[in-house]
């Protein structure tokens, strides 16, 4: 799925040089994206150029082409996670413009057994990548986002089959604990148990435990949670790492950090405070994760960055997205944890001016790149990440204009389904290790020996 270190420069071109090249970087009229962030219908009109931003890398609606799948160099999760985003568009918004197009991806990419692992995905499949699908999923349902037709899969079964087939996976043979990155053996990362893929579920579990009341997900929040302590990916001054070696038994920790790790935990940190009836454990959790997230808004400014590579120019393709889950998480945090607001919205509202003020680019004059640092100034990239990642830190601007998160008491209406996702994974026949080309393993994301080097010999986008 994603690559973590310096290797993945070489993908991050390809948003320079691919879809759009040459149109975008023909030259800009300078024109930026212009929104009063005190004004509702204003910041409505800045979501609605940057979804649209965002859809013209989309032709999975089209003749020829796949519902669900934007073009490469763009995997799966990441489409899953734009469809997330639109789902959150129109839960902000009111603008019904993309719901057709995106219940028609996310029930086409279901799969056969309804549980989002389509087959074409068996080479590149992680457990954080059907996690993104799943917490789409989660969000329709949270959010009251249109029910698909009855003879389909339903948005809270297809979080629950998320969940389950995840939780099957749990596996005790190493790091006493814990998921693994890759789903597959003969996929490379099988051997990563990582915070992205762990977080997804821990972050699934406390909805899910909100949503349906059912203590067994909460449970299982607490399980994830406290092994992601133990192994050290958690650490006691609540930072989030990226990931460990199972070969190692997870004896030594990646340490880079991402946004999106900080804000998959902080989001099921506040889920599970509200569950728990306001349990001051977990506020003093939720409000640690938020304080150490302040590593990712840039010196004093206070403008969000992806620190681990922002600065050097080695985001890749994946990684510029990455912004967009840390303000959506956000965001959502301050409709379970309210005590939380002042300092999640100012945050927000400082990134949000930023990010409006960059995009700036191409030949349309607001195209999104990947640094709001720059003091306005469009740094030259653009993608699917980072249209998204602006899209979501404005939309969240509305954050407290919208109803928090229905549950199945309080006026939900998606139908869900305790036994979906309980069938065990099964590779598509023919699929062997040696199917599995060198090309396809690159893309599939790290390779292990790379992964050691970062592991064991420290790594130069370490951030603490």
């Not at 890749?316 to 300092?343: G, I």
């Not at 690159?442 to 010999?457: H, M, R, S």
């Amino acid at each position: 799925m994603r690559l973590s270190f310096r290797a993945s420069a070489g993908r991050a071109s390809k948003t320079c040089t691919g879809l759009l090249g040459v149109a975008l970087l023909g030259g800009s009229l300078t024109e930026a994206i212009k929104v009063d962030l005190t004004n509702t219908d204003s910041i409505k009109s800045a979501a609605s150029v940057l979804a649209h931003g965002m859809m013209k890398y989309y032709h999975g609606n089209e003749t020829g082409g796949t519902p669900g799948l934007f073009p490469q160099p763009y995997y799966w999760w990441e489409a899953g996670a734009a469809f997330g985003a639109l789902i959150d568009y129109w839960y902000y918004t009111g603008d019904t413009t993309y719901n057709g197009v995106t219940t028609e991806a996310m029930l086409f990419q279901v799969g056969p057994n309804n549980d989002f692992m389509p087959p074409n995905q068996t080479k590149t499949l992680g457990n954080d990548d059907q996690g993104f699908w799943g917490l789409a999923a989660m969000s329709a349902a949270e959010n009251k986002f249109p029910d698909p037709p009855s003879s389909q899969p339903q948005w809270l079964a297809l979080a629950q089959a998320v969940f389950n087939s995840q939780a099957l996976r749990w596996d005790n043979t190493t790091c006493g604990g814990g998921l693994r990155w890759q789903i597959f053996t003969f996929n490379n990362g099988y051997n990563y148990k990582n915070s992205i893929s762990n977080g997804c579920f821990f972050n699934l579990a406390a909805r899910l435990a909100m949503y349906t009341g059912n203590k067994t997900y909460a449970d299982w929040a607490v399980k994830s949670w406290e092994w992601s302590q133990a192994i050290g990916l958690l650490s006691s001054d609540f930072m989030i790492y990226d990931g460990s070696d199972d070969t190692l038994n997870c004896s030594q920790i990646n340490h880079i950090q991402w946004t999106y790790n900080a804000g998959v935990y902080l989001l099921g940190a506040a889920t599970m405070y509200k569950f728990n009836n306001e349990d001051p454990v977990w506020k003093n959790r939720t409000q640690a994760l938020l304080d150490a997230a302040t590593v990712f808004f840039y010196n004093d400014t206070g403008i969000m960055y992806e620190a681990a590579c922002e600065g050097n120019g080695k985001c890749d393709v994946d990684q510029r997205s990455f912004k967009a889950y840390l303000a959506r998480w956000m965001a959502a945090t301050t409709k379970l944890a309210p005590f939380t607001e002042k300092q999640v919205m100012d945050k927000l509202t400082t990134s949000a001016k930023a990010a409006a003020a960059q995009c700036s680019g191409g030949t349309d004059g607001v195209t999104c790149g990947i640094k709001w640092t720059d003091n306005g100034v469009w740094d030259g990239s653009f993608g699917v990440g980072e249209q998204m990642s602006a899209l979501e830190v404005i939309q969240s601007m509305l954050i407290s204009k919208v109803a928090g998160p229905v549950t199945n008491s309080t006026g939900g209406t998606s139908k869900g389904n305790n036994a979906a996702g309980t069938g065990g994974d099964h590779a598509p026949d023919g699929f062997a290790t040696g199917e599995i080309t060198t090309g396809d393993k690159v893309g599939a994301g790290f390779l292990t020996t790379l992964i050691l080097v970062g592991v064991l010999g420290g790594a130069w986008w370490m951030i603490a």
